[in-house]
Every structure is written in structure tokens, then in C-alpha cells.
């Protein structure tokens, strides 16, 4: 705690995004399990991520529902402050879709290539994103990359908050965008848009949203953060059963949450049968999900680099700050509490639907 104020250290503030992916800070409060882990958490909605970063470092929150490369866009000072944050588990796998407008969808369907009917467009193309260093920028990038189109110098790239898009693409503002459910559901709802892919599909089985407070904290108060740690991972355990989730989808459907229809949230959160297992939205899957793999963070390092936004490094250097960020013990000790497996290595291997191993 940053000593600014005198409240019970055990009352925490966490911040969200209205997403499906909050659920579990949102499940972990209507349990109670919270309070079975000795901790008040109160959860306070965010306008945008860069709030969320703001508010998490200045001590206004005490942790975050935050986008796995926030985390390292803090870490590194890419295009903003930079200051040491720490990821105590993953909240969730897949979940986010790039939306087009319904006459590039359309093309796209067709058959006609990407950069063809971007370049077909009477003025440079313009796409969203949630944050610059954000997943929904990286699926973006890579997506655009794969088929052609350079997400440096082809396209206008813009930031808005999620909520914003649909109207934005209805508006003829943007030509797509890359987002967290509901927001591209909400956009065919509309019929501003149409979800082209699912950043599932893109990457079976990636890190998405991640529970993240300030490394000093979960240093100066390791058992408060491994009770954050142990609760939050018995919510998305909890997430996984199907019938659960139908709990859940009135609790996010709540105008205090995400405030949209129940059936648009339930369209988002619960399974289908026809998905692939390792593309669907996952909260927990025996462990595998929540792990903070040190190969994930390798990834957005990677990419970083890529899109010129980070100069050279070397592994060791990148492995010696994934180290400081991922608190591996932190989670390890939650997990241990629960009986949730651990796995044997720190790492882990996935490929790209280009085939590409991140």
C-alpha cells in the first residue's frame, strides 16, 4: 500500500473494463470469495485502460482487470509512464474478434484479398484498437501483417475505449477494429459490423486479460497478494463449469457491469458445442489458463519489437524482466491452496494460425 490513505489493507479497489472477461472479478465478489480469502475487494468500472493504468499507478487502485500487454507497454515505458507492475495470474484464454464494416466483410467473403479492398477504399483505411500495447493491438497487427497489409504504414490506427466501437464503425468512422466481447456481438446487433475472426483463431489458447497490481505492493504485502491471487483463481475455476456461466451472464448483464442485454452476454460467454475447445473464451482449464507463462510475455516482447516500439534486447535481458513480472511464486502458493495443478515448466509452445510458433 502506498500509505496515502488509512484504510484496512485487506479492503482492496479493483478496476475493470465492461468485457465478458471481467467475469471473474465480478464472480468473485458475488460468491464471496472475497471474504473467504479474508479480503473486501470493491470493484469500480473504468472508462478506458489508459484509466486503468493511470489509476493502478498513482495507488487509486490497489490492483486491475488489465490487457496482458499493458502490462509490458508499463513495464517497458512504451508510449506512456513507466513503472513495475506485477501479473499474479491470467483471468482468461481467447475472447476478442476483429470486426469489419459489412461492406469489407462482404468482400472478404467474396474472396476478395484484404489489401485489395483496403486499397479500394476512397481514403486510408482506419482501425481501432483498445490500446496501443494492448492485445487487441497486437491480434490486430499480426492479423493485418499475415494478409499483406502494413499496420504501420497502410492503415490509420486509433485508440478508443471498447464501448465506443460499434457506434464509431456505424458512423462510418472506422472500417474495423479489434476488441473484447461484447463489442463486436454488439456490433452485428447493430448491423454496424460483421466479426471476420476471433482472436481465437488467430491464437488458440492466448493470454488475454491478466490480474496486475504494482510490483511493490505484491512485494511489501505478499499474503495479501497471494489471497487476491488464490480468489481470483477459484472465480475462473468456478467460470468453467457451463452451468455456472449462466449464472454469471445476469450478473454482467447488471448497468452497473456491462449493461447490455442478457442474451448478448450469453451469445459471448457460454460455450457452444460447435467451438473449438482451444479457441473458446477459458477462465481456467485445470490451470492451464491462469499459469502466468514467462513464454507469453517472450511473445509481446517479440512483437513490440516487430512494430518498432521497443529496441533491441537480448533473451537474457527479456527473460531477467518477465522474471520481475510474472510473481511465478505469488501464484504458485494460490495454487497450492486450492489443489490446482501446476505445470512442470514455465513456458509453454502455441502456434498462430499462420503457423508461426509466438
Given at each position: 500500500m502506498t500509505g496515502h490513505d488509512n484504510r484496512d489493507i485487506r479492503t482492496l479497489r479493483?478496476?475493470?473494463?465492461?468485457?465478458?472477461?471481467?467475469?471473474?472479478?465480478?464472480?468473485?465478489?458475488?460468491?464471496?470469495?472475497?471474504?473467504?480469502?479474508?479480503?473486501?475487494l470493491q470493484l469500480q468500472r473504468q472508462a478506458s485502460w489508459a484509466a486503468i493504468r493511470d489509476k493502478l499507478l498513482s495507488g487509486e487502485l490497489d490492483a486491475v482487470h488489465a490487457l496482458a500487454g499493458l502490462v509490458y507497454g508499463v513495464e517497458t515505458g512504451i508510449g506512456g509512464p513507466q513503472a513495475e507492475l506485477a501479473i499474479l495470474l491470467t483471468l482468461n484464454q481467447n475472447g476478442q474478434a476483429i470486426t469489419l464494416s459489412p461492406a469489407l466483410a462482404h468482400q472478404l467473403?467474396?474472396?476478395?484479398?484484404?489489401?485489395?479492398?483496403?486499397?479500394?477504399?476512397?481514403?486510408?483505411?482506419?482501425?481501432a484498437q483498445t490500446f496501443p500495447t494492448g492485445t487487441h493491438a497486437m491480434w490486430l497487427y499480426y492479423w493485418l501483417a499475415a494478409q499483406g497489409v502494413d499496420p504501420m504504414a497502410d492503415i490509420h490506427?486509433?485508440?478508443?475505449?471498447?464501448?465506443?466501437?460499434?457506434?464509431?464503425?456505424?458512423?462510418?468512422?472506422?472500417?474495423?477494429?479489434?476488441?473484447g466481447e461484447p463489442w463486436a456481438a454488439e456490433a452485428e446487433a447493430l448491423g454496424a459490423g460483421q466479426r471476420v475472426i476471433r482472436s481465437g483463431q488467430i491464437w488458440p489458447g492466448h493470454p488475454e486479460k491478466v490480474l496486475a497490481c504494482r510490483r511493490e505492493f505484491a512485494a511489501l504485502h505478499p499474503e495479501i497478494a497471494i489471497a487476491l491471487t488464490a480468489a481470483l483463481l477459484e472465480a475462473c475455476r468456478w467460470l468453467d463449469e457451463p452451468q455456472n456461466r449462466r449464472q454469471a451472464v445476469d450478473w454482467l448483464a447488471d448497468p452497473d457491469v456491462i449493461d447490455l442485454p442478457a442474451e448478448r452476454i450469453a451469445a459471448c460467454l457460454l460455450p457452444s458445442d460447435n467451438d473449438d475447445p482451444a479457441q473458446r473464451l477459458r477462465f481456467h482449464a485445470d490451470g492451464q489458463v491462469n499459469f502466468p507463462w514467462l513464454s507469453d510475455g517472450r511473445w509481446f516482447?517479440?512483437?513490440?519489437?516487430?512494430?518498432?516500439?521497443?529496441?533491441?534486447?537480448?533473451?537474457?535481458?527479456?527473460?531477467?524482466?518477465?522474471?520481475?513480472?510474472?510473481?511465478?511464486?505469488?501464484?504458485?502458493?494460490?495454487?497450492?491452496?486450492?489443489?490446482?495443478?501446476?505445470?512442470?515448466?514455465?513456458?509453454?509452445?502455441?502456434?498462430?494460425?499462420?503457423?508461426?510458433?509466438?
Open positions: 479493483l478496476g475493470y473494463m465492461p468485457l465478458i472477461d471481467c467475469a471473474p472479478l465480478v464472480a468473485a465478489v458475488r460468491l464471496g470469495l472475497d471474504s473467504k480469502h479474508g479480503l473486501r467473403q467474396q474472396g476478395l484479398p484484404l489489401r485489395q479492398a483496403l486499397a479500394a477504399l476512397p481514403r486510408r483505411p482506419v482501425f490506427g486509433v485508440t478508443l475505449p471498447p464501448p465506443q466501437m460499434p457506434a464509431a464503425l456505424a458512423r462510418g468512422e472506422l472500417d474495423g477494429y479489434c476488441a516482447l517479440q512483437q513490440f519489437r516487430r512494430w518498432g516500439l521497443l529496441s533491441e534486447g537480448s533473451v537474457a535481458t527479456d527473460d531477467a524482466l518477465l522474471g520481475n513480472v510474472h510473481r511465478l511464486q505469488t501464484y504458485r502458493q494460490a495454487a497450492a491452496e486450492l489443489g490446482v495443478a501446476l505445470p512442470a515448466a514455465d513456458t509453454r509452445q502455441n502456434l498462430l494460425f499462420d503457423s508461426q510458433i509466438p
